[in-house]
């Protein structure tokens, strides 16, 4: 399975994601059978490790309520938009709160069991990951959301938009851009179409030649926070209008790629 996932087009992690589940089940049954200096290492270092990214996830949710304002944590600017505004959100601080306390309650219990390694570890994770969805979500979503940027995208187009060709746009993306504009791009790799818009994702460093043969940008954009990835979409009018453009493309998008 792993072979065909790697020799697929569109391979990506997510298409592996089935195959921890057997693997889990397969690995079950040499949690009780870990050395007891290690098992004990393994349940500390757990509590330890899970504890603290706990603490901290508290801390910034607290600093986002009282302060109005994301906890100012210079390493977060680069991959969270710093000016998020917060808002209490009482269902998710209840289950975030009854997801921490049963976890305190937890700890004690678990020297009582030889598998407390295993179970040290999925609770401590469990609990992580449950404070990041409760108390963090929002401004996450607010990052890491192509609603933005494709609402930004679509205002920029024409009303009456016919066509709409992309290069390089992942498959995420290509769903996003259709859910929330109900666009579905032509995707240039497997098409020769003659759109007169081309939409094309790329890094935010990536240097283009100048456009030429009556292509324009139109427009460019990035999700809140995201200073590596670049969205932009250029243009071009034929006699007939914005569709069906007979000038040839950029040269730096005559490759396709695949």
């Known amino acids: 399975m792993s072979a065909v996932l790697g020799a697929s087009a569109s391979a990506g992690t997510q298409y592996v994601l089935p195959v921890l589940v057997p693997l889990s089940v397969l690995a079950a049954g040499a949690a009780n059978l870990l050395p007891l200096r290690a098992a004990a290492g393994i349940d500390w270092a757990c509590r330890v490790v899970f504890g603290v990214l706990a603490l901290a996830l508290w801390w910034g949710w607290i600093e986002m309520m009282f302060g109005g304002h994301p906890p100012e944590w210079p390493w977060l600017a680069r991959y969270l938009p710093m000016d998020f505004k917060p808002?209490?959100?009482?269902?998710?601080?209840?289950v975030a709160a009854v997801l921490t306390?049963?976890?305190?309650?937890?700890?004690?219990?678990?020297?009582?069991?030889?598998?407390?390694?295993?179970?040290?570890?999925?609770?401590?994770?469990?609990?992580?990951?449950?404070?990041?969805?409760?108390?963090?979500?929002?401004?996450?979503?607010?990052?890491?959301?192509?609603?933005?940027?494709?609402?930004?995208?679509?205002?920029?187009?024409p009303a009456d938009l016919a066509c709409l060709?992309?290069?390089?746009?992942?498959?995420?993306?290509?769903?996003?851009?259709?859910?929330?504009?109900?666009?579905?791009?032509?995707?240039?790799?497997v098409s020769d179409t003659r759109c007169g818009f081309i939409l094309l994702q790329g890094g935010a460093?990536?240097?283009?030649?100048?456009?030429?043969?009556?292509?324009?940008?139109?427009?460019?954009?990035?999700?809140?926070?995201?200073?590596?990835?670049?969205?932009?979409?250029?243009?071009?009018?034929?006699?007939?209008?914005?569709?069906?453009?007979?000038?040839?493309?950029?040269?730096?998008?005559?490759?396709r790629g695949s």
């Open 87 to 94: 808002t209490f959100q009482g269902f998710a601080f209840a």
């Open 101 to 157: 306390f049963a976890w305190v309650l937890l700890l004690p219990r678990l020297k009582e069991l030889e598998i407390r390694p295993l179970l040290s570890w999925t609770t401590g994770l469990t609990l992580v990951w449950g404070l990041c969805s409760m108390l963090w979500l929002p401004w996450l979503d607010n990052a890491k959301s192509y609603r933005e940027v494709f609402t930004s995208m679509r205002r920029a187009l």
């Open 165 to 189: 060709a992309s290069q390089n746009l992942g498959e995420h993306e290509r769903a996003m851009l259709q859910y929330v504009t109900g666009i579905v791009s032509v995707r240039r790799e």
């Open 205 to 255: 460093r990536d240097r283009r030649d100048p456009l030429q043969g009556g292509w324009q940008l139109v427009w460019t954009g990035n999700r809140p926070g995201d200073n590596r990835e670049r969205f932009s979409v250029i243009g071009c009018r034929s006699k007939a209008g914005a569709t069906g453009c007979p000038i040839a493309v950029p040269g730096w998008l005559s490759d």
